[in-house]
């Protein structure tokens, strides 16, 4: 997927009186993380991504289409969702042997978006575990790749076992608009499990 911003990127300046949210964007590896928060940050944001390597064929789907690079620490962004709600976004490496590094970027967080591509959901699993088993409340972004299978929303809650008060929402990650529709959901729910954020 092509993660180049787009001209949306006017970061305003901060007052300093603005509620802050620290959000994970955690998902399975080549789950279009980097490109999401590349679609949404009105800053450059910051990205740690390497060229793939024959050496992370045992490890990584180097076969996916396109996918050249991986993230190796974060991705990070920043979005104004309102007047007076700022986001920091930062975006989670997907692979098993960085979960570590999703372990410490969820400190602090108030909710995890996870990125699911439907033509792998099995590698979900994994991810999703991890966010429950950190206490972090999250919200599903089917992420829409050409070709990739589709479900109804019924048949995903149930293949993902998930509570029914756990929002699932379908997005591009390519498309501002539809990025950020998913993380109002997210927020959403994150302030109505938290309402004292709101004072």
């Given at each position: 997927m092509d993660s180049s911003a787009s001209d949306h990127r006017t970061a305003p300046a901060l007052r300093g009186d603005e509620r802050t949210v620290k959000i994970l964007i955690a998902g399975h590896f080549g789950a279009g993380k980097t490109t999401f928060v590349h679609a949404l940050s009105?800053?450059?944001?910051?990205?740690?991504?390497?060229?793939?390597?024959?050496?992370?064929?045992?490890?990584?789907?180097?076969?996916?289409?396109?996918?050249?690079?991986?993230?190796?620490?974060?991705?990070?962004?920043?979005?104004?969702?309102?007047?007076?709600?700022?986001?920091?976004?930062?975006?989670?490496?997907?692979?098993?042997?960085?979960?570590?590094?999703?372990?410490d970027l969820a400190f602090g967080a108030l909710g995890a978006l996870v990125l699911v591509d439907t033509r792998r959901l099995e590698d979900t699993y994994p991810i999703l575990e991890l966010i429950e088993d950190l206490d972090l409340p999250y919200a599903i972004a089917i992420n829409r790749f050409d070709n990739a299978p589709e479900h109804s929303v019924e048949r995903l809650r149930e293949v993902m076992d998930l509570e029914p008060e756990t929002p699932l929402v379908i997005c591009d990650a390519r498309e501002h608009r539809s990025s950020t529709d998913a993380?109002?959901?997210?927020?959403?729910?994150?302030?109505?499990?938290?309402?004292?954020?709101?004072?």
């Open positions: 009105q800053i450059a944001p910051l990205s740690t991504e390497e060229v793939m390597t024959s050496a992370s064929i045992d490890t990584d789907h180097t076969n996916l289409p396109n996918k050249t690079s991986t993230t190796v620490a974060m991705d990070f962004g920043r979005l104004s969702l309102t007047d007076d709600l700022v986001l920091y976004l930062f975006g989670a490496p997907g692979q098993p042997r960085f979960f570590p590094v999703l372990r993380l109002i959901t997210l927020t959403r729910h994150v302030l109505t499990l938290t309402p004292e954020t709101t004072a």
